[in-house]
């Protein structure tokens, strides 16, 4: 017997490749994750960047404990990351003479850490002028910053964005000037040797509507940013374009993300990494916005072995697989699934009569604190409570397979609590032949 295996331990939904031109590399992206209290609050919170020490860099607004107070400038907050890439600790805004009167963010990160690019000029004490800064990592901590001195760079208005490339040679703007096309247009400055050029407004991208927020994936040269031109899904959206041959000036039709990730509110300050974790800004309840998580990954196109109908999960099962998975809750050290986890657990189970080929398998697994024999028996209990329930609402106990390993297979480090958490789980696969 040939088992295939569906795993439903990654949740990637809203596949994004239709509309875009030929050239686009063609993605997928999961629907964002609002990331929890440690780095959301009652204030605002935007700019996210991840450092490659996996901390997270962003900016919090109109919070009392920023260095001008609530009303005065916003500050950078940091938080240390983790294994996964929704953990992080407590953040914290104490970055000395980084933080003051103006408005200050992290807006580039250099590939080895030790260098940030600082939005604000820094030239006098409490400076609200406008310019970009970089700061070096000492023994002591961040240097003092040092303002990038670019000869032409001049703004109209007081808002503008930023983002700094890793390697430190080119920084694209998001600003009004007297080239604009509308509100806020975007430009990139590049070096030239040893000297800056630019702004140049970006070709192919600009509107007569705002394009702010702009952000720079050299991985796969697109560049990213917030738009509320016409089109979208509602307020500013997020857009990506594509960069065209070795120059910064050309870039293809900017294309929207997919409604997965834009909805009627605003989304903005999107950023990803080399491995597709990707953060973003969202407005959700027509107030203040939140930092949230989303996975962008590539679409593998592999030649399907199997022709069956009955034996191949589509895109809309795998959400109902991923659905139950995400959403399976225990009581606390108990073997009782919590009521708030019905709902897709009868999803799956319809999915399963319909399918009457689809076989499950269910593996439970704990961390290693406590006795283990302990464990082993709670594994089981939680795997077999997923098991009966299944089974009263139809579905055939040969049809379903359980597993249990206590802590023997953890995916995380027990070591921490983040770790402990993501060991703690039941696993659900769908089996076939």
Do not use: C
């Not at 003092?144 to 080119?170: C, R, W």
């Not at 960069?243 to 409604?259: H, M, T, V, Y």
Request: hydrophobic share 35%.
């Amino acid at each position: 017997m040939v088992m295939h295996y569906i795993s439903t331990g990654v949740l990637t939904i809203g596949l994004f490749s239709g509309l875009l031109a030929q050239d686009f590399p063609k993605l997928e992206f999961s629907a964002p994750q609002e990331l929890e209290g440690r780095i959301n609050s009652a204030a605002e919170e935007t700019y996210p960047l991840i450092a490659p020490d996996k901390s997270l860099y962003f900016v919090r607004s109109f919070d009392g404990r920023n260095t001008g107070g609530k009303f005065t400038g916003h500050d950078i907050w940091q938080a240390q990351g983790s294994e996964s890439p929704t953990l992080f600790t407590n953040a914290t805004n104490s970055f000395g003479i980084l933080n003051n009167l103006g408005n200050n963010a992290v807006v580039g990160i250099s590939n080895d850490g030790k260098r940030l690019y600082l939005m604000n000029s820094y030239e006098v004490e409490n400076s609200k002028k406008i310019g970009i800064s970089y700061t070096d990592r000492t023994d002591s901590g961040w240097g003092a910053p040092q303002v990038l001195d670019i000869p032409e760079l001049s703004f109209k208005g007081t808002f503008y964005g930023a983002n700094v490339s890793g390697d430190g040679n080119f920084l694209f703007l998001s600003m009004e000037a007297d080239d604009s096309e509308g509100k806020e247009d975007l430009y990139v400055v590049f070096k030239k040797g040893a000297a800056w050029e630019g702004p140049v407004p970006l070709e192919g991208v600009n509107s007569v509507d705002r394009e702010i927020s702009p952000f720079y994936d050299s991985e796969r040269q697109l560049l990213f940013f917030a738009s509320n031109r016409p089109g979208g899904s509602g307020d500013l959206d997020i857009y990506m374009s594509l960069r065209r041959g070795d120059g910064w000036i050309n870039w293809s039709e900017a294309q929207a993300l997919p409604k997965s990730v834009n909805t009627e509110n605003f989304e903005g300050y999107f950023s990803v990494t080399k491995g597709g974790d990707a953060y973003l800004a969202r407005n959700k309840r027509g107030d203040l916005t939140d930092v949230y998580y989303l996975k962008m990954s590539p679409v593998v196109e592999e030649p399907v072995v199997v022709v069956d109908p009955d034996t191949v999960v589509t895109v809309v099962e795998q959400e109902v697989l991923n659905k139950a998975f995400a959403n399976l809750e225990f009581e606390t050290g108990k073997a009782v699934i919590r009521n708030t986890s019905f709902s897709s657990l009868d999803e799956l189970a319809d999915l399963f009569k319909a399918k009457p080929k689809y076989m499950l398998l269910i593996e439970g697994h704990t961390d290693n604190v406590g006795n283990r024999n302990n464990n082993l028996t709670l594994s089981k209990n939680r795997s077999t409570a997923v098991k009966t329930y299944l089974q009263g609402k139809g579905i055939d106990g040969k049809r379903i397979t359980v597993k249990y390993y206590g802590p023997d297979k953890p995916i995380a480090d027990n070591a921490t609590e983040e770790g402990r958490q993501r060991n703690r789980r039941v696993e659900m696969k769908v089996i076939f032949e």
